[in-house]
């Protein structure tokens, strides 16, 4: 039995060392054939023996991966900011569509590590709880995590207004989350106080209209329409100076990706602004 199996080895030894050189009088075809058959021979021997690396060539013919094969390619992260009424949510929703990232705001983001009870989540809840603003370490720890997450790490990202201040921006930088491109919604101010003006909501169906813009069709509906408090023109400036009091300084840590949008127009044009400006910065 033994020799047997010495014998078949010995044969398969004497095949591969085989060598085929063509005549003069076989076809160009067959001989360019038999070129890539031996190529392709060669290199999975070499590939077995671990001789091989990517560059390497045989008779024209590529012996190695393709430039690039194998690399994890970075998932796309996105960051939108705009005041309060500039149009980020409808933008949003157009965003995560056409890009099929992972739509985040801080909102949604703190909820959900509560939920979870993760530390962090803990630890936001405790300030939550007792009325305190949630510290900028606490919320960078809840971005941190969720960015992390498998949809995020596969599908990539969308920071829906944040970070909001320059320490939260420098505290993204830190942790070596990078985005690839910021986009900035710009709306003059008094358009943002018109929108907000105007907006009503319903309390049964959580709709929200615009008394100039869309208002409802239905007068039952429009008679049991009501308006968030701080949807007055007082409270929305007050909401807008500190808008401007600290985006100036998130802009400028992005200012090498950063795209300013005029967010005045049709949301459908906006889109495709928004869209271009995207495309343009992930392709440089």
């Not at 983001?109 to 007792?130: F, H, P, Q, T």
Request: with cysteine; charged share 25%.
């Amino acid at each position: 039995m033994m020799a047997s199996v010495l014998i078949g080895l010995l044969f398969i030894s004497q095949v591969s060392a085989f060598t085929f050189t063509p005549s003069s009088t076989t076809s160009a075809s067959s001989r360019s054939s038999w070129g890539r058959i031996t190529a392709y021979s060669f290199q999975q021997r070499q590939q077995r023996n671990g001789l091989l690396n990517n560059s390497m060539k045989c008779d024209g013919v590529s012996l190695g991966m393709a430039e690039g094969e194998g690399e994890k390619k970075k998932p796309l992260g996105l960051i939108i900011a705009g005041a309060p009424a500039s149009g980020k949510g409808t933008q949003c929703e157009t965003i995560k569509e056409t890009y099929g990232v992972v739509h985040l705001s801080t909102g949604d983001m703190l909820r959900a590590a509560v939920a979870a009870k993760s530390e962090v989540g803990i630890s936001a809840k405790e300030y939550m709880d007792s009325g305190k603003l949630v510290p900028d370490e606490v919320i960078i720890g809840v971005v941190k995590d969720r960015l992390d997450e498998l949809d995020c790490r596969t599908s990539g990202w969308l920071l829906d207004g944040f970070p909001r201040t320059r320490a939260q921006a420098d505290a993204l930088a830190e942790a070596g989350i990078t985005a690839d491109c910021f986009v900035f919604l710009d709306v003059p101010d008094s358009v943002l106080v018109e929108r907000v003006v105007g907006r009503r909501t319903d309390p049964e169906t959580g709709k929200i209209y615009h008394m100039t813009f869309s208002p409802p069709d239905d007068e039952e509906v429009l008679a049991r329409l009501v308006q968030r408090s701080d949807d007055t023109e007082e409270k929305v400036k007050v909401r807008l100076e500190q808008f401007h009091a600290n985006v100036e300084s998130v802009m400028g840590c992005y200012k090498d990706i950063s795209c300013e949008i005029d967010g005045t127009g049709n949301p459908t044009d906006v889109s495709k602004t928004i869209r271009d400006a995207i495309d343009a910065k992930i392709s440089a």
